[in-house]
């Protein structure tokens, strides 16, 4: 499991750090959220800023959302992820990301 791994309410929610040079402009942070859809959706097509709550949203479903913090952590959240088990697959698929994106080095 990553460092950072899940949280939020029975483990709907997965964060990472992105180092600051990787997101250097909101062009840099659209095409890290692009990719991120692109991970877990398999596509890119709806990703959409919203006006509340997370501020992306990843599919044309309305399941999965991203945001960042403050402090460069990336925070993906799936709806229905309430379950021990789902907990489970969250920190799996953060874990992926973590190592699709190469940014092994820059998690604490």
């Given at each position: 499991?990553?460092?950072?791994?899940?949280?939020?309410n029975?483990?709907?929610?997965?964060?990472?750090?992105?180092?600051?040079?990787?997101?250097?402009?909101?062009?840099?942070?659209?095409?890290?959220?692009?990719?991120?859809?692109?991970?877990?959706?398999?596509d890119?097509?709806?990703?959409?800023?919203?006006?509340?709550?997370?501020?992306?949203?990843?599919?044309?479903?309305?399941?999965?959302?991203?945001?960042i913090?403050?402090?460069?952590k990336?925070?993906?959240?799936?709806r229905?992820?309430f379950?021990p088990?789902?907990?489970?697959?969250?920190?799996?698929?953060?874990d992926?990301?973590?190592?699709?994106?190469?940014?092994?080095?820059?998690?604490?």
């Open positions: 499991m990553s460092k950072l791994g899940v949280r939020g029975n483990g709907n929610e997965i964060r990472f750090f992105v180092h600051p040079n990787i997101i250097q402009s909101d062009k840099q942070l659209e095409e890290l959220i692009k990719r991120l859809a692109r991970l877990i959706c398999n890119d097509k709806h990703v959409s800023e919203r006006d509340s709550g997370y501020r992306w949203q990843l599919d044309d479903s309305n399941d999965w959302w991203a945001d913090e403050a402090n460069n990336i925070i993906i959240a799936y229905y992820a379950s088990a789902a907990a489970q697959k969250m920190s799996k698929l953060c992926t990301i973590i190592w699709r994106l190469n940014l092994e080095r820059f998690q604490s």
